[in-house]
């Protein structure tokens, strides 16, 4: 007592100013007390105090135990000190204090508005209440009634809005969800107190919960039964039902051994709610963090156990606690480059500070994963390692996709681009999830198995391939037996993925390059760099491709030990120089430089042998326009014009072609001289390009152009022209000329065919027909000197692929031929039909006369006597028919005889119909 004054009146009456109570554990201060006692018994009738202020201590430098023990203690003392304040307590005298309030170490503040304390006629019963407004309090109302039985005190309550602040130090759940400030009690409780001042039984039911959050806590089934003898608190009854949460608490605390032996069953938590259950101080901070941020799922049927010291326990060791849980569709990402691991099933078990995870089931990315384990040991030391176990089956594209964020820039491959099952066996581990002061890192590998193996249309068969990769680098490698050769393939990056280097080396099959079927051998090596410069050099064999080629009158076989070979500069970002692309085996040595820039291909060639070719060529080749440039002595393009017009898709790029070369080689050596050609197409429209030139043999003109109108060619030698296409062999001189329309509204061309003063000769399908139709003089001419036309016009139509021929004349004085019918030009198929008519020059002189010259021919033909045909097939398989009646008959009596038929015909009908009617009448 400091300053503190005391005045004793004669009355009774006693009062105390400024009286301050210390304790290590608490200071009461009060600044005036009264208290009346009477004078009879010596005893105090009535206390009365206002504006009482407490403050609570709390020692954080003690040990969990000796602070326990204390309180412990203090408890012992504070119900010895009950014992004796009841039996001192006379019937009829009160305690009352008001406005009481309660600091907590800064914590926060807590008011009291009235605490009352009596005893009623019944000396063995004593009433205490307190009372608080507002909510300000730890409680708003508290009644207890202590009554004696034989020396064994029973206490009986009733709380109204019970803050769970009262038990902030024994509960990890209530400090770290906030639970002390946000949950209220509602319930009664009962205690019994033995003369040995032990608790021998006490029980508390909360009948309902009052929640002060937006968070919609509903707190319920509440139920504690507890007690305490010798220093033991025994718990027989621990449960309650947080939103869809049940838990439930049994167990034993020897605060005299300091041993504590606990079990806890948890119905479900959400697993980001361990961020918030989890206490400060249980795991390292970074591990901590990592959890809350990548982790998500349901964890139920938790089964918590601990044994061991009390210390331990309450200071966040994990060493004395087991907890076996299972993982309900739960998820897990372990870098923020990859995928979350979707659909995860399996048990937890944690013990002895290791963390272990059975992965029944989980999916990531591609990856269906049927096994696995997760593994931490020794979850509170610095340099423990999270280990990912497991086996996982995915298609090939699923092998690629974690590591396609790394690789998109130098290659990228699409999902239908590659094919197979592939069976996976993998491993994760992750670092520095304990370690404040490094960065969370990790290492995975995989080393699968791939059926089946398909890579761009190519068959790999069975391929095996192991990929390492971190946050910081990649090691890839593969490996399978391609046409009994092994096919290698490796990729390693450097400098935090800023640098690859990769190889490839083996058989290939020829379908993954378009190049039909067999193999090519490849040799490829490149490095690339940070900035986007590097290399890609190599060359490939082609001499088990299974294919032939005889381009520009080269004739190859491809086991001639052809090769291409490269070598080429990555010079920045869509740059690279082309230093060198040579073709070279049998009569074969090509060499190409050039370069490729922002997504545009530049080639020159700077030799170009092969036989009958001497030349140079330029190719630029983009999104916007391919153009071709050649020029030099001499072209072969006698095996290449098959190939023209196969490929109508590449039109609708621009295309430019020009070429002045002095020899041009076509068909059967036919040689055209001075050639120039200009080509420019756009969306298949060609207007404006043209081509010139002279066969050597006889310095006749060529001349194609293409104008907005259509297509036009003349020539001076059409059978030579014909011939040096490949189209026919059996036209001989002559003038051409054809016409070709643009495209119509409808999709069709419309054209004419015209060669004039020409001869036909060796003409198989024509000669055919000619013997058929019994003209051997005819035959003759045609098999020796050939058959002399002066003109021949063929009107035609064209429509995807399909030429329609309206009715065409061969015009001659010995012959004349009338045609009309289908060609197919993409299947090579004709059908035809028409008519031959010997001495032509006569029967249409005949034609002329007036009147007879209709009656000689029947009005429909131009000669007297005409012989109808039909053809069809293809260039080597063909039908040709004539009719035999036809053949003999003048064209006006087949006329008559078809009026006649037609008569008879007629007259054969009604006499019938006349018969029938007959007959049917009779009946």
């Avoid at 594209?397 to 990228?412: N, T």
């Avoid at 001289?673 to 043999?697: I, P, R």
């Amino acid at each position: 007592m400091e300053s503190t004054s005391v005045i004793w009146h004669q009355d009774g009456k006693l009062v105390i100013t400024d009286l301050k109570i210390t304790n290590p554990d608490f200071t009461i201060e009060v600044p005036e007390l009264f208290v009346h006692f009477k004078l009879s018994s010596k005893k105090f009738s009535q206390v009365l105090a206002d504006n009482v202020h407490i403050y609570i201590k709390r020692e954080e430098s003690k040990e969990i135990t000796s602070v326990m023990t204390e309180k412990m203690s203090s408890t012992k003392n504070l119900l010895k000190t009950i014992r004796k304040f009841f039996f001192y307590f006379n019937a009829d005298s009160r305690i009352k204090i008001t406005n009481i309030a309660i600091n907590k170490s800064m914590e926060g503040e807590f008011f009291i508005d009235k605490v009352y304390v009596g005893k009623g006629e019944d000396f063995n019963v004593l009433d205490i209440r307190v009372h608080t407004k507002e909510g300000k309090g730890f409680l708003d109302d508290l009644s207890i009634t202590i009554k004696n039985r034989n020396n064994l005190l029973n206490f009986y309550g009733t709380f109204y809005n019970l803050k769970l602040g009262l038990f902030n130090e024994f509960s990890t759940l209530v400090k770290s969800y906030n639970l002390d400030k946000e949950i209220g009690f509602k319930g009664n409780f009962s205690i019994r107190i033995n003369g040995k001042d032990e608790v021998v039984d006490g029980n508390i039911y909360v009948l309902n919960t009052e929640s002060h959050s937006g968070k919609n806590l509903a707190l319920t089934n509440v139920n504690v039964n507890l007690t305490y003898s010798d220093e033991i608190i025994s718990i027989k009854n621990f449960h309650f039902k947080l939103n869809d949460t049940y838990l439930s608490l049994i167990g034993k605390m020897n605060f005299g051994t300091n041993h504590a032996l606990l079990r806890v069953n948890i119905s479900k938590l959400v697993a980001k709610d361990l961020c918030t259950y989890v206490p400060d101080g249980l795991v390292n901070n970074e591990f901590r963090k990592w959890y809350c941020n990548n982790i998500d799922g349901n964890i139920i049927n938790t089964i918590i156990s601990f044994n061991g010291k009390i210390d331990s326990l309450i200071n966040d060791d994990l060493s004395g606690i087991v907890i076996v849980a299972d993982i309900e569709n739960g998820s897990v990402q372990f870098d923020e480059d990859f995928e979350r691991v979707e659909n995860l099933n399996g048990e937890l078990t944690l013990k002895d500070n290791n963390l272990k995870i059975i992965v029944n089931s989980a999916k990531f990315q591609n990856f269906n994963i049927d096994g696995g384990e997760i593994e931490m040991q020794s979850l509170n030391k610095e340099d423990s390692v999270l280990t990912i176990n497991g086996q996982a089956v995915s298609d090939a594209y699923g092998l690629y996709e974690p590591i396609k964020f790394k690789l998109d820039d130098m290659m990228k491959i699409t999902r239908d681009s590659i094919g197979g099952i592939a069976k996976s066996v993998f491993s994760f581990h992750i670092f520095n999830l304990n370690a404040d002061d490094k960065k969370v890192d990790f290492l995975a590998k995989f080393h699968s198995e791939i059926d089946n193996f398909v890579a761009y249309n190519g068959s790999l068969g069975k391929y095996e391939i192991k990929l390492d990769f971190g946050g910081d680098f990649i090691d890839l490698n593969g490996s399978g037996m391609v046409n009994n050769t092994q096919l290698l393939f490796d990729l390693k990056s450097s400098n935090k993925n800023e640098n690859f280097a990769w190889s490839l080396t083996g058989d290939l099959p020829a379908q993954i390059l378009n190049f039909g079927d067999g193999y090519i051998n490849a040799n490829i090596e490149s490095v690339m760099y940070q900035d986007k410069t590097g290399y890609v050099n190599g060359n490939i064999d082609l001499s088990e491709l299974e294919l032939r080629s005889s381009y520009l009158g080269w004739k190859n076989h491809f086991e001639d030990h052809n090769e291409v070979l490269f070598s080429t500069r990555l010079k920045g970002v869509g740059k690279l120089l082309i230093d060198k692309l040579d073709v070279v085996g049998n009569d074969l040595d090509i060499k190409f430089s050039g370069r490729v820039e922002n997504g545009n291909l530049y080639l020159n060639s700077s030799n170009f042998k092969l036989p009958d070719n001497n030349f140079s060529i330029e190719i630029e080749s983009g999104k916007e326009k391919n153009a071709i440039t050649i020029h030099g002595e001499k072209i072969n393009l006698s095996d290449v014009l098959g190939l023209l017009g196969k490929d109508s898709n590449r039109l609708n790029n621009k295309i430019e072609v020009t070429m002045n070369v002095d020899n041009i080689i076509m068909k059967e050596g036919i040689i055209i001289k001075d050639a120039k050609l200009n080509v420019t197409c756009a969306k298949g429209d060609c207007s404006g390009s043209q081509f010139t030139g002279q066969f050597l043999e006889d310095n006749s003109n060529i001349l194609v152009e293409h104008s907005e109108i259509g297509l036009e060619i003349y020539s001076d030698n059409s059978g030579m022209l014909l011939r040096s296409l490949g189209i026919g062999k059996s036209v001989k001189n002559g003038k051409l000329s054809l016409y070709l329309s643009s495209k119509r509204e409808n999709g069709e061309h419309y054209g004419m065919l015209s060669i004039s003063n020409f001869y036909i000769k060796d003409a198989p399908l024509l000669t055919t027909l000619l013997s058929m139709s019994s003209l051997p003089g005819i035959v003759n001419a045609i098999k020796n000197e050939g058959v002399h036309f002066y003109k021949c016009n063929a009107p035609f139509s064209y429509k995807d692929g399909t030429v329609e021929i309206e009715e065409s004349w061969l015009e001659g004085a010995e012959l004349g031929i009338s045609t009309s019918g289908t060609l197919d030009i993409k299947g090579y198929k004709f059908q035809v039909e028409g008519q031959v008519i010997p001495a032509y020059s006569i029967n249409k002189s005949l034609l002329k006369i007036p009147i007879i010259g209709k009656l000689l021919t029947g009005g429909k033909s131009r000669g007297i006597i005409s012989i109808d045909y039909k053809a069809n097939g293809d260039d080597k398989n063909n039908n040709v028919s004539v009719n035999p009646i036809s053949s003999l008959t003048p064209s006006l009596l087949k006329r008559l005889l078809g009026v006649f038929d037609r008569i008879m015909t007629k007259s054969n009908k009604s006499i019938l119909k006349g018969s029938l009617k007959k007959k049917f009448s009779s009946i």
